[in-house]
């Protein structure tokens, strides 16, 4: 039998990932995290829904970071809009004025999740998306995908990623009109319905 040096780091062999956690509650939330849209602004929009696994059971302890263009279809360039506390350097949550385009929000403890964010513009040949990832328990990797609004059919086909998919598959990716600028978006994350999920190289 080998002995192995586990006194000097570069003996020591690597090993597999495994799932830890998870931990994502800890440091990662922040006050406001889903309140991306400044104060008052007219194009505001509100997507909220429930991130399943494959049985599906709602998770209560998945994050979900949602980047999105502005309203002309501008990627925002503003440094951020959390404010600190200069005592105790805790988050106080976001200032109510730049748009960063980005938020991150917790699952609570029914799986549900949420966000005031400003609707999309288009962005070249693409119809308007939010993009969006996706870290839970038992995934090694997050996972990406976006969330289009209804609307134009006609720009919905001809976007180039809804375009290459199956009726049934495209509709995973295109949120549910709920009325007074709300838009339903669920996240499964395998098994019947898994949503749609993105691989970047």
């Given at each position: ?21 998870p931990f994502y509650g800890y440091a990662l939330p922040f006050p406001g995290g889903g309140d991306i849209a ?15 696994d494959g049985e599906g059971t709602a998770l209560p302890d998945a994050l979900v970071e949602l980047w999105g ?57 693409s119809a308007p998306y939010i993009s969006v990832c996706v870290f839970a328990r038992g995934l090694l990797t ?60």
């Open positions: 039998m080998t002995k192995i040096d586990t006194s000097r780091p570069d003996s020591v062999l690597p090993t597999p990932s495994h799932t830890v956690g400044p104060v008052g602004h007219p194009d505001t929009i509100t997507i909220q829904g429930h991130v399943h263009a502005d309203p002309d279809g501008n990627v925002p360039t503003a440094n951020g809009s959390i404010r600190r506390d200069a005592a105790t350097g805790g988050y106080l949550g976001r200032n109510g004025v730049e748009f960063t385009g980005w938020g991150r929000i917790q699952t609570d403890a029914d799986g549900h999740w949420y966000a005031r964010t400003l609707r999309p513009g288009a962005r070249g040949r997050h996972l990406y995908t976006r969330i289009y609004l209804p609307g134009d059919e006609a720009v919905l086909a001809a976007d180039p990623l809804l375009s290459r998919l199956p009726d049934e598959r495209r509709d995973t990716l295109i949120a549910a009109e709920q009325g007074d600028g709300t838009y339903r978006f669920d996240i499964r994350l395998q098994g019947e319905g898994e949503t749609v999920f993105l691989e970047f190289q």
